[in-house]
């Protein structure tokens, strides 16, 4: 008996913390999907001077599961006219795409399912460039000539801009040398510098590229006019609809941890290579403190006793998860837990930066036409990516080659790529206003 079970004995204990990982990304990721729109939401509505959703419950945050359930028990609905197979397979193809890039994404030194690949950056782009499968599928399987339309838009938007996407990704990967996940970031804290400041035009590419590619405004170029609201998803109702949010916020998240890992030093803490900065090991467990007392001063000013005593037990819960942070600082016996628990603090902490980015962006951005968006990704980003990924080849050249130095070889070669943007920049804009006067005119003769 003991043979027989040896082999799953061996499993468990070569694989337990991979498996565990997947288990909880499994079931535990809808959750956090569901609580990220929410505080989107209360983000937007603090920018507009709003109240954001009204507190029926304690602060609102039993909201999200009863949306799910809602949707769950929800009645499903299949057009007449629909290929059925397709229909449902279509959402189900951009959660599996969603879910699978983000098994691969190293949430810590040691938090990772899919473990020492090689290939590791280029498995996650590959697998969530599978998304744009499922928002062609959907749009055609309904039958539907304005979805399909839709469909069609949306694909080649997120084509054109997965190309500059994945220029701006080999401008990092040309700097570290590698595309496994784990020695790029162990090669960001060898040079002892992030990527973002190596490279910042890379950066600045991808960002532009991840929005457009998780589909947000204002490059939400499936959910505004001519298209009917939601794009390719107008037909999907209930559980096939939250399958489909959930692929757009699995996609949300891949975008920001493959920004954090590439450019933003992955779980790195700041200055993770000098000493002087080593009070910087104190700064997670004193920030959850900080949330809890937040919510013990918020408390006493809650105007329901659930809500206060909500508060209260959000409280408890930073300080007991402070108190785990702060064990590994304090004990000398329990430092080698420091790397995963700190590290997947401040990944996560960057991830949440990322994700405020995209929701900052989205009421700070006028939404693009058709014409204007394929313009902007084809005419200015592409070029400029593709400038970008010289003048990092150049700057390695001249770095290991002629011998200069790192900061002025990447700054020198920084200044070209950043001069074409702005010549394409200002190109674009005189064309743009040219068609403007051009509309004009037409539309006073025709009034005339």
Known sequence: MNAAFYPVRQFIQDWWLEFFSGVVILVAFPLVVAYVALVERKILADKQTGSGPLPLEPHRTLQPRAEGLRLFLKGDIVPPNADKLIFWLAPILSVVAALTSLGAIAFGPAVQVARDINVGILFVIAMGSLGFLGVILGGWASNCQNLNIGAMRGTAKLVSYEVGGGLAILSALLVSGTLNIRAIVEAQQRSGAWFIFLAPIGFLIYL??????????????????????SGDKVEYVGFRWSLCFLAECANRIVVASIATTLFLGGWLRPFSNEPWFYWLDYLPPILIVLLGVCCIYRAGKQPVLAQSLWMWVLALVCLCVAGVFALPVAAVSLQFLLPGLHGAFWFLLKVGIFLYIFAWLRLSIPRYSFGQLMRVGWHILIPVAIANVFAIGIALFLEYEAGWNRWFAF??????????????????????????????????????
């Open 208 to 229: 532009v590229a991840s929005i457009a590619q998780s589909k947000r405004i204002r490059f939400d170029l499936l959910e505004q006019r001519p298209e009917p609201v």
């Open 411 to 448: 700054g020198v070669m920084n200044f070209f790529p950043v001069a074409l943007a702005a010549y394409l920049l200002r190109l674009h804009e005189k064309r743009a206003a040219g068609s403007s006067r051009t509309r004009a005119m037409a539309t006073d003769s025709y009034a005339g």
